[in-house]
């Protein structure tokens, strides 16, 4: 593959405010080529752009297209550079009314030099964000795809889609549906920009020469122009890579906006480098239709304050990912120290799920088109979640990991989306690490708060995931949750009901669909505030479920904390897999009693407290004095 540098053009905007500028700042700068202003890290824009293209492996060669105009400036940048002086192309152009265009540029460097091979073209006078992207992830994702390639990113905010060429990409081929050159306000709801960074390959580069014989106005031979009418004319076969950063062409801005976008950019910059990234998912309660979820059936869950997973992200030289003192101990006091510690809490720790998760974070990247900056970091943990016992502490830490990922990388629910994040924490789970779970805990993690959610086997072969809604959690009713103290393995609790399921035993499949029909009853019983129908459900909810799964498969553990909860009148059910029950007692006084007989029994007992995203700080002092 060859590369060629495009920075022919000629900046009169500019460098007109350069020259007139009375700060004293920029004047230093008058009559220097844009693509050799300073740019982010003090560095000049184009030693950015040498320097990452500058590798033998990816590029045969690299040329510079550039005008007569500034030709000597570009001469004695190659000559200290250590970039070939022979490969500098001058177009002949001294003034902006006798250009060529970025088309006729490139197209001259390919006749002139006799070039037959993919070329990777890149404005050389383009700020960037992030100076640490690795360049051979788009040559791989290009060769990866039977077409050309068009670099993108999601505009900021303050970015107008009338001075960008817009892309429509198809999220699953990530073939370019439409090239929109710099469209009107309204003619796309995309924000996602092209820039000057593309892919041709060599059976592409006739098709120059013809764009450029049917387009003899210089103002349209712009490198937009040509992909507007290559894509949308022609119907070519484009694909499209995002960079999770942003791009500024200087050649296109004024001295105020050049200095704006330098000093925020250096600013992003710099405070990656020093701030730690920290996010937090939260443990959950499955309040109906629970173990439906991995059956095609219909579930509500609540994520809850009590308890969470906490990951903190911080940049570093080396990728680390730091073992957890306690879950991942690597240090014993005695052999019989390490005997009881894995007796009790097995061996797998939260280390190879912080692992598992950064693996398939790169796959996914990988296979989206989503390159990624060359920049290492270090991962620790830490929960409060207790083991087995069924709150989904696994899921909690892998989502918590992926929170941060995404935010070091600039990756957007556009690029992952909750429903897709949801089965992406399941996959990291099933897929790498074998455990057996349903998507419940990971959808109520990702969206947080209190979420129904319908897995109906139309819904999963339609879209790849369900309907997932939203609840209000306005005035819940008091919600209690004890668990054991020494808990067994709550995977046990699944026992061979899937085998039986996939088998299409009646039984089990109806009791799948009477799990769905309790959680819409549920749903409605909460929309109405009805707390006595919740309750009654709930009990329902178990019962189901231990026709299906029996109590010697529940285990006398569960069935003791059932037994407590009756005895004082509450509803109870189990909100996961095992190892916990949840339950709604509606009587204070009988609460307070329970909650000693669970904590004689030798119980860990609390009183929940709901985690409302959209609310969370008063909400979480709610039944903070039951919990004292």
Avoid at 100 to 119: F, H, N, T, W, Y
Avoid at 409 to 432: G, M, Q, W
Avoid at 467 to 490: H, T
Avoid at 557 to 582: D, E, H, T, W
Wanted: proline letters at 4%; glycine letters at 8%; aromatic letters at 10%.
């Amino acid at each position: 593959m060859i590369c060629v540098l495009i920075v022919a053009g000629h900046d009169t905007v500019l460098q007109a405010q350069l020259k007139n500028d009375d700060t004293g700042l920029y004047g230093h700068l008058t009559g220097v080529p844009k693509a050799l202003l300073p740019g982010v890290g003090g560095k000049k824009i184009l030693d950015f752009w040498w320097e990452t293209v500058n590798t033998r492996q990816l590029f045969t060669e690299v040329y510079l297209v550039t005008n007569a105009d500034k030709y000597k400036h570009y001469e004695r940048w190659a000559t200290a550079n250590d970039f070939p002086v022979e490969n500098l192309v001058n177009d002949g152009s001294t003034t902006l009314e006798d250009r060529l265009g970025a088309v006729a540029d490139l197209e001259l460097a390919i006749r002139s030099r006799g070039l037959k091979d993919d070329i990777m073209v890149i404005a050389g006078d383009m700020l960037c964000d992030d100076q640490n992207f690795e360049i051979a992830q788009v040559v791989r994702f290009y060769r990866s795809k039977p077409g050309d390639l068009v670099i993108y990113y999601e505009m900021e905010e303050s970015e107008k889609s009338d001075s960008r060429g817009i892309v429509e990409v198809c999220s699953d081929t990530h073939r370019i549906t439409c090239f929109l050159e710099k469209p009107a306000e309204g003619l796309t709801s995309s924000r996602l920009a092209s820039v000057v960074f593309y892919c041709l390959q060599k059976d592409t580069l006739p098709y120059l020469s013809e764009f450029l014989s049917c387009n003899l106005d210089i103002s349209n031979r712009t490198m937009g122009k040509f992909w507007e009418w290559f894509i949308n004319t022609q119907k070519m076969p484009v694909f499209g890579m995002k960079l999770p950063t942003g791009f500024q062409l200087i050649g296109q801005v004024g001295l105020s906006e050049y200095a704006k976008w330098l000093a925020h950019y250096s600013a992003k910059q710099r405070e990656s480098l020093v701030k730690p990234i920290t996010c937090r998912s939260y443990a959950r309660v499955g309040l109906m239709g629970n173990p439906s979820d991995g059956f095609n059936g219909k579930t509500i869950a609540m994520s809850i304050s009590n308890f969470w997973a906490e990951v903190t992200l911080l940049e570093s030289q080396t990728l680390v990912l730091l073992p957890h003192p306690l879950n991942d101990p690597t240090e014993f006091g005695s052999l019989q120290d390490l005997y009881h510690i894995s007796r009790k809490e097995g061996y797998l720790g939260g280390l190879r799920l912080l692992q598992a998760t950064c693996k398939k974070f790169y796959q996914f990247c990988s296979k989206q088109g989503i390159a990624l900056r060359k920049q290492n970091f270090t991962l620790k943990y830490d929960t409060n979640i207790p083991r087995q016992v069924g709150l989904a502490g696994s899921s909690a830490i892998v989502s918590a990991t992926l929170k941060c990922l995404m935010k070091f990388y600039n990756i957007t629910d556009n690029d992952l989306p909750k429903p897709v994040r949801a089965n992406f924490i399941l996959n990291v789970e099933s897929d790498e690490l074998f455990i057996t779970a349903g998507l419940q805990d990971r959808v109520v993690q990702v969206y947080e708060g209190l979420v129904y959610m319908d897995f109906s086997q139309q819904l999963m072969e339609a879209k790849g995931y369900g309907q997932y809604i939203c609840m209000d959690m306005d005035s819940l009713p008091p919600l209690w949750l004890a668990y054991l103290g020494d808990p067994s393995d709550s995977g046990r609790i699944h026992s061979n009901v899937r085998q039986r399921w996939l088998n299409g035993e009646p039984e089990v499949v109806e009791a799948m669909k009477s799990f769905a029909e309790l959680t819409d009853q549920a749903r409605s019983a909460i929309q109405s505030k009805d707390w006595v129908m919740l309750a009654q459900l709930m009990d329902k909810n178990l019962e189901l479920r231990r026709s299906i799964y029996t109590d010697d498969c529940l285990g006398p553990g569960n069935l003791k904390m059932i037994q407590i909860a009756r005895q004082f009148g509450s509803s109870v059910k189990l909100p996961g897999s095992g190892g916990a029950v949840v339950g709604l007692c509606l009587d204070p006084d009988q609460m307070v009693e329970m909650k000693k007989a669970f904590q004689e029994a030798g119980c860990v007992f609390c009183v929940l407290i709901p985690y409302d995203p959209s609310f969370p700080s008063s909400r979480n002092q709610d039944h903070k004095s039951i919990n004292n």
